[in-house]
């Protein structure tokens, strides 16, 4: 069993920056792959980040590419999601999320989810 919780989230304006975190209790953190989900109000939770234990190889959707940056710190159990240049359409419930096995952009394989952090980005 691995718990999550999330925090960071607020209020910005449109071009400011956030960095949420993401902290791990329980099982090994290093053993699990990390993702970031968003889910805007009225719309299906999706895909925003991913970085393997190792923390090579970062995915992203297309959507943040250049302008959010995941990492990890496993000396340290925690995530992370450097978000800059915010736009009002990032404004969503941020949630940070863990797997040991599966295709990243299918939610179905993650295992393990955090409680979500509210993101308001505004015009």
């Known amino acids: 069993q691995v718990h999550l919780v999330e925090s960071g989230g607020g209020l910005v304006q449109a071009g400011d920056s956030l960095r949420l975190s993401c902290k791990a209790s329980?099982?090994?953190?290093?053993?699990?792959?990390l993702g970031w989900f968003r889910q805007a109000p009225g719309k299906e939770r999706e895909f925003v980040a991913a970085?393997?234990?190792?923390?090579?190889?970062?995915y992203y959707i297309d959507s943040v590419k250049g302008r959010f940056t995941i990492s990890r710190d496993n000396a340290k159990n925690t995530g992370y999601l450097q978000m800059n240049s915010l736009k009002p359409e990032d404004t969503a419930v941020y949630y940070c999320?863990?797997?040991?096995?599966?295709?990243?952009?299918?939610?179905?394989?993650?295992?393990?989810w955090g409680q979500g952090t509210q993101v308001t980005v505004s015009s």
């Open positions: 999320a863990a797997q040991s096995n599966g295709n990243y952009y299918q939610i179905v394989n993650w295992g393990y």
């Open positions: 329980g099982r090994s953190f290093r053993n699990y792959s």
């Open positions: 970085v393997p234990w190792s923390g090579h190889n970062t």
